[in-house]
């Protein structure tokens, strides 16, 4: 089966550095995504990771560890707008690349307060 | 970037009655997309794989014959919802994987607020 696990909200002060983790276990592995989602808006794209070790884009970074199961995702120097839903998601192995499906975590809400 | 545009944004029927969800890539070919479905503070989830020119793939519990999806060319995929009930009052998303691009991220439309009465 599948299961994508992440905190169901955190706190966090402006201009700190917070770490949101997720934890997965899929039947299959083909990378791992994390997006950002505002209330009542499509999610966007922050990150990508299929290989272990750091990606780092701007204040944000992403890690995964396959052999773990593991990934987080690292904000730095937070702003209030920074305030959303922050979504875990694996992508599945099977079938070809193009219909490989996005299986989504529970996704944290995440507050920035001043 | 890739854009996904999804058409309406908001709309409001009746029980019973019918609507359609459109969800266009603008610039780029799609032949995969991927219709979401969220509920309040819940994640997104997956309800079918569209597949131009053939049938839908649909998850493990959502009924074909009440969501239909056509996905009749490259940039335009639909979901209907038929005989829509209250508790089909949701917020639909569709997404597509732009080729070429690094991962392939999905990127989404808009999403659809459908309120059933």
């Known amino acids: 089966g599948q299961n994508i696990d992440q905190p169901t909200e955190m706190t966090a002060t402006e201009g700190a550095i917070v770490q949101i983790n997720c934890t997965y276990q899929?039947?299959?592995?083909?990378?791992l995504f994390w997006y950002q989602q505002h209330a009542g808006e499509a999610p966007t794209f922050l990150s990508y990771n299929v290989l272990d070790g750091l990606e780092e884009k701007g204040r944000f970074s992403s890690f995964l560890s396959r052999s773990k199961g593991y990934s987080y995702l690292l904000l730095k120097e937070l702003q209030m707008k920074d305030s959303a839903s922050y979504l875990c998601?694996?992508?599945?192995?099977f079938g070809g690349g193009a219909t490989n499906k996005l299986i989504f975590g529970t996704g944290t809400l995440l507050a920035v307060q001043p | 970037g890739a854009v996904v545009s999804q058409h309406p944004s908001r709309v409001i029927c009746k029980s019973g009655t019918s609507v359609k969800i459109e969800c266009r890539s603008l610039?780029?070919?799609?032949?995969?997309m991927f219709w979401y479905r969220q509920f309040p503070k819940q994640s997104l989830m997956l309800m079918a794989t569209?597949?131009?020119?053939?049938?839908?793939?649909?998850e493990q519990g959502v009924e074909k014959d009440k969501f239909l999806i056509n996905h009749a060319s490259l940039t335009l995929s639909t979901l209907t919802v038929t005989s829509a009930h209250p508790e089909d009052s949701s917020f639909y998303i569709c997404?597509?994987?732009?080729?070429?691009?690094?991962?392939?991220?999905?990127?989404f439309g808009n999403g659809t607020r459908l309120t059933v009465t």
């Open positions: 899929t039947s299959g592995f083909n990378g």
């Open positions: 569209s597949n131009e020119g053939s049938k839908a793939t649909y």
């Open positions: 997404s597509a994987r732009a080729p070429g691009q690094g991962g392939s991220p999905l990127h």
């Open positions: 998601a694996v992508r599945d192995a």
């Open positions: 610039d780029f070919q799609a032949t995969t």
